[in-house]
């Protein structure tokens, strides 16, 4: 499955944020199709094969594909086509140069690609659990670095999406973005009137063409991968490719991320956290499917601020908010990175950009409560770890619980006790080495754990995040 996993990341690496009620990845059967024209064992694997589909399935997957491409602008495909084109002359000659890392190499495609693809990158790395170490370190580098879009543009964008001027709704509107990417740029503003300082955040005109032509084609590799490779069913291509296109859709549409600022405000409320979190509030007025308006959170990166009291204290509020709202709420941000964190002027913890956040379908929800609790208990209920994890994941046909416990107890019991980025990392590693494929939410989940584990590390070093108090309730 590592070499799969490997050598196919297009197909299999965009991991988005799933809905409540869907099902964790589990394996899926062809119980209802023709047997193979074809099937060739691969070498070194006991059960993988490499497949010719039976006609009617080959049928069906072309049919499949040309549905998804009807939604394609021409233009669009066209345009990619030619991007894509150069993008792989362009690592080819590095390679006929002699350049021979492969993870690097497909970082630097993705990069040229850019808006999809550089997002499926940023997700090779947000997946622990489906890929090795070596191209989730290297995925994290992906940069973001689309050029913006000019002021006369998004000038237009905003006044046709809102319906009023610029100039009668802003006293003042930046014309250069405090930030960019490919999808959307953002811009300080101040709203006439009432003088409120706020961030506009606008969705780049084209964008939705390109990305919906990316998509086509990675559904369409996730089809032909599962039908040609059925040993990848064990990771629900299919599924990912579908999660892949309904996050994309929630990207593109700001509302949507409006909606999960104001929930999320009201999950501060309820739980106590209001004092000491907050997150930007939308102005719903001036909020669309291309623009969302909300108020500006003044504060330093919690990655720029020096190891203190005060920053440990910051860091223990976003660790015991942040696992409260992965069991208590609908949703949890799962974009945790030292940009989207702010320690604000007024003491409290600001968290910004939820445009990914996740969801745990009610298995995975069970099965990461028991986690929790076995974890935790005292002494620590390996044999529950082991129920849980298997609970979530999908295990090959011969699976050991009793073998698997043991090999984490042995993992986890020579790891730092406090260092959770280590404690995660073993996880991963022997369910792999136990044939147990973990689920995407729960790579999304350990990204996250990742991600705190360096503010505890450089800010916090006398914190354990495993603590009672610091997994509890707000203070």
Not at 335 to 362: A, C, Q
Request: glycine share 6%; proline share 6%.
């Amino acid at each position: 499955m590592r070499l799969a996993c490997v050598l196919l990341p297009i197909a299999s690496a965009f991991l988005g944020p799933t809905q409540r009620n869907q099902a964790p990845l589990r394996a899926t059967t062809d119980d209802e199709t023709a047997p193979p024209l074809l099937k060739i064992p691969i070498p070194g694997s006991a059960t993988a094969t490499l497949e010719v589909p039976a006609l009617a399935t080959q049928r069906d997957l072309a049919r499949d594909i040309k549905n998804d491409a009807a939604d394609v602008d021409p233009t669009a495909a066209f345009r990619r086509s030619l991007k894509a084109t150069r993008a792989l002359s362009n690592v080819g000659a590095k390679v006929l140069r002699g350049s021979t890392d492969a993870p690097r190499l497909t970082r630097e495609l993705f990069e040229e690609l850019g808006a999809t693809f550089v997002k499926l990158g940023q997700l090779v790395a947000s997946s622990p659990t489906l890929f090795p170490e070596a191209w989730t370190s290297e995925f994290e580098k992906c940069l973001d670095d689309a050029p913006p879009i000019p002021f006369h543009v998004v000038k237009k964008t905003v006044e046709q999406s809102l319906g009023r001027r610029l100039s009668t709704t802003f006293a003042s509107f930046d014309r250069e973005p405090l930030a960019t990417a490919s999808v959307a740029q953002v811009h300080a503003a101040t709203l006439r009137g009432t003088g409120e300082r706020v961030v506009v955040k606008v969705i780049k005109p084209g964008v939705a063409d390109s990305l919906i032509a990316d998509l086509a084609f990675l559904n369409g590799a996730a089809r032909l991968l599962e039908a040609v490779a059925p040993e990848t069913k064990r990771i629900s291509l299919r599924s990912v490719a579908a999660q892949l296109r309904d996050a994309t859709r929630r990207e593109l549409d700001l509302t949507k991320e409006a909606e999960s600022l104001m929930s999320f405000d009201a999950f501060l409320e309820t739980a106590g956290f209001a004092s000491q979190v907050c997150v930007p509030t939308p102005i719903p007025e001036l909020c669309s499917k291309d623009v969302l308006t909300m108020s500006r959170l003044d504060g330093q990166r919690l990655t720029d601020a020096t190891a203190s009291p005060e920053a440990a204290a910051s860091v223990a509020t976003v660790i015991r908010c942040w696992g409260r709202s992965v069991v208590e709420h609908d949703f949890f941000h799962a974009d945790l990175h030292g940009g989207n964190v702010l320690l604000l002027e007024d003491g409290r913890v600001g968290l910004i950009d939820f445009g990914i956040v996740g969801t745990l379908p009610s298995e995975v929800y069970g099965g990461v409560v028991a986690l929790a609790a076995a974890f935790n208990a005292q002494p620590r209920d390996y044999n529950g770890v082991a129920s849980a994890l298997r609970e979530m994941g999908v295990a090959a046909d011969v699976f050991d619980e009793a073998a698997f416990a043991s090999d984490l107890k042995k993992a986890i019991e020579a790891t730092e006790a406090n260092d959770a980025a280590a404690i995660v990392n073993d996880v991963i590693a022997v369910s792999e080495n136990n044939n147990l494929v973990l689920p995407s939410e729960f790579g999304l989940l350990t990204k996250q754990a990742i991600y705190l584990n360096r503010y505890v590390t450089t800010l916090a070093p006398d914190l354990d995040p495993f603590a009672e108090d610091v997994l509890g309730g707000a203070a």
